[in-house]
């Protein structure tokens, strides 16, 4: 019988501790939900997206140099990576909601990520074709607006390109992919599946050896 106290004690203190533990996660969930709506109206008031750097103060143009025999012209990384948000953008506009993706639209959205890694390390075909199949879908159910998926292309293109980004900024591009997808009208779960695709693509140019 003197044990009965004990167990009976023991038991208190577990349902005690249960009920903590539900109700951090309930809160951790609401502080969730509360950042992915912060998210969203950002994304409706044309917050610059974080995959752009601030903007800095303008420089003393320097004098330039005297003139030399021509060369020819290359593209520079900002114009190379202006032509990837064009054709990203592009093909995502090309996506109607409402209407299935077709594999031609898939494919061309598939090459479109491939010219955008500029970096030496390639993400897996595998985990590539995964994001642009979760990424039809919240498009197809409902499509961004022109400014929209300029920004989800800038989005795109950075995570392609994320080898050096702070692991902050990368994670605010992702957490910025999603709230797109929100705001233009997509149901959560696509557009969480969307987001979690593409940062499994970012992961792999992060993380990956050289291959």
């Known amino acids: ?13 577990t349902g005690v501790g249960d009920s903590a533990l539900g109700q951090g996660a309930q809160a951790d969930q609401i ?6 709506l912060s998210n969203q109206n950002n994304v409706r008031q044309g917050v610059p ?6 903007a ?12 030399t025999a021509v060369r020819p012209a290359t593209a520079t990384p900002a114009a190379t990576q202006q032509q990837s ?18 594999p031609e639209q898939k494919q061309q959205l ?9 970096g030496p390390t390639k993400p897996f075909l595998p985990t590539v074709t995964k994001f642009v199949n979760s990424l039809a879908d919240a498009l197809a159910e409902k499509s961004p607006g022109n400014a929209e998926q300029t920004r989800l292309a800038q989005n795109v293109e950075a995570v392609l390109n994320s080898e050096r980004l702070p692991a902050a ?8 992919v999603q709230a797109i997808l929100q705001a233009s009208g997509a149901k959560r779960n696509l557009a969480v599946s969307a987001a979690n695709d593409l940062k499994a693509v970012g992961a792999e140019i992060r993380k990956a050896p050289a291959r």
């Not at 800095?56 to 003139?67: L, R």
């Not at 598939?110 to 500029?118: E, N």
């Open 1 to 13: 019988m003197k044990g009965l106290p004990v167990l009976l004690l023991a038991l208190a203190l």
């Open 31 to 36: 502080k969730r939900r509360a950042k992915e």
């Open 49 to 54: 997206p974080p995959s752009q750097p601030p």
């Open 56 to 67: 800095s103060p303008a420089a003393k143009p320097a004098t330039p140099p005297a003139p």
């Open 85 to 102: 948000v064009a054709r990203l953008t592009a093909d995502f506009a090309a996506i109607k909601p409402g209407s299935a993706v077709s």
């Open 110 to 118: 598939l090459k479109s990520m491939a010219l955008a890694v500029r």
């Open 169 to 176: 900024q990368f994670d605010a591009i992702i957490a910025d």
